[in-house]
């Protein structure tokens, strides 16, 4: 049974970095084709992908977010961790992982319960 | 990056009716589609991928079609647990984007 569950602080101030940890069960980073990915939802708003890892090691970043990304993997924790410098207002979210969907390309068929992160002074 | 739009943006139905909800792509994407479900507070939910392929576990009441640039994805009889808002996504390209979304609310 596949499970996720993302952690980090609730709140940021203007200009500093934001990490994000994701705590996954269920699945290796280390099997051939498994991914896990980051997507954000700003309050009463769509869906926006940011970040996605493979096992084995490939990164794919959203190209408007590119810079201030960065997505690494503790195969050994199960883990996947998510950074956002430069954190502004805008970026005030629910912030989930997600787990890849094998076979048939990059969906997500699992999800954590998201945590919602405030970016205010 | 590949843009989605859908239509309707919202709209009201009645529990048994039909239900249709298209997503347009910028650019031809291969039937690299997939459709979520999504209720308040809760993260979305997988239905369908590769534009038509049920995930395991959907009722057989969600359907998708569509090629091209252009899919749908159709309920065919509304249940009270359908009302949500609906998301598609592409994965076609390697910058995956989402839709706008749908939200289905009762009349």
């Known amino acids: 049974q596949i499970t996720l569950k993302e952690s980090g602080p609730t709140l940021v101030k203007p200009t500093q970095t934001l990490t994000l940890t994701c705590t996954f069960s269920?699945?290796?980073?280390?099997?051939?084709?498994?991914?896990v990915g980051w997507i954000r939802q700003p309050p009463g708003k769509a869906l926006e992908w940011l970040a996605l890892i493979y096992w084995d090691d490939d990164k794919r970043y959203s190209p408007s977010l590119k810079s201030r990304l960065t997505i690494t993997k503790d195969t050994s924790k199960n883990q996947v961790v998510l950074t956002m410098t430069n954190m502004d207002p805008v970026d005030t979210a629910t912030y989930y992982c997600?787990?890849?969907?094998?076979?048939?390309?990059?969906?997500?068929?699992?999800w954590g319960q998201g945590t919602l992160v405030t970016v205010s002074s | 990056d590949i843009q989605m739009t859908q239509s309707p943006s919202s709209l009201s139905a009645s529990v048994g009716d039909r239900v249709t909800i298209t997503c347009r792509a910028s650019q031809g994407i291969s039937n690299s589609l997939a459709w979520y479900q999504q209720k308040p507070g809760k993260a979305p939910k997988l239905l369908l991928y590769?534009?038509?392929r049920l995930e395991s576990g959907v009722p057989s009441r969600f359907s998708g079609s569509g090629s091209g640039t252009d899919y749908t994805l159709t309920i065919s009889s509304l249940q009270p647990e359908d009302f949500a808002t609906y998301y598609c996504?592409?994965?076609?390209?390697?910058?995956?984007?989402f839709g706008p979304g749908t939200k289905v609310d009762i009349k």
């Open positions: 997600a787990h890849r969907r094998l076979v048939a390309g990059t969906c997500f068929d699992y």
């Open positions: 996504q592409q994965y076609y390209s390697t910058s995956i984007t």
């Open positions: 590769a534009a038509s």
């Open positions: 269920g699945f290796s980073l280390s099997t051939s084709g498994v991914g």
